[in-house]
């Protein structure tokens, strides 16, 4: 596994935008809306990883949520696997919990699933694979 991408909860994407471009002297290289999870995102590449961005588009958003609990901040890490319907059978049998029983379509062209954080250490991981 690779780490694909850090997930960042934010509460004002064009903001966080303009503060990571400065950050990175780059500009996000894609901005997209998730519907079905209700955000929106931006990624920024950093070496062999990249940065996702994202805001709430509604307050029933996973996003929404997380911000009114904790704040902005990291919100996931995403690892990128080769094979992710095998993956969320082997890590379903040994025991985790998975708050997607099948992969669903992702920002970024990637079919994902998440663990839930009460059987990780509390750290939200997301499985990516990239869509042929
Ligand atoms: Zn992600």
């Keep these: 596994m690779k780490l694909e991408h850090i997930g960042i909860a934010v509460k004002d994407l064009e ?28 990624f920024f590449k950093t070496g062999e990883s990249k940065i996702e961005l994202l ?40 025991g985790f919990e998975l708050i997607h029983q099948t992969p669903k379509d992702g920002a970024d062209n990637k079919r994902i699933a998440f663990l839930h954080p009460k059987s990780t250490n509390g750290v939200l991981l997301e499985l990516c694979q990239e869509k042929k």
């Design 55 to 94: 805001q709430a588009t509604d307050p029933t958003s996973a996003i929404a949520k997380f911000i009114e609990k904790k704040g902005e901040g990291i919100h996931h890490l995403a690892f990128e696997v080769a094979d992710i319907d095998f993956e969320i059978n082997r890590l379903k049998a040994e």
């Design 15 to 42: 903001k966080s935008n303009k503060l990571f471009a400065t950050i990175f002297n780059q500009q996000p290289y894609k901005e997209e809306e998730v519907e079905s999870e209700h955000v929106k995102t931006s």
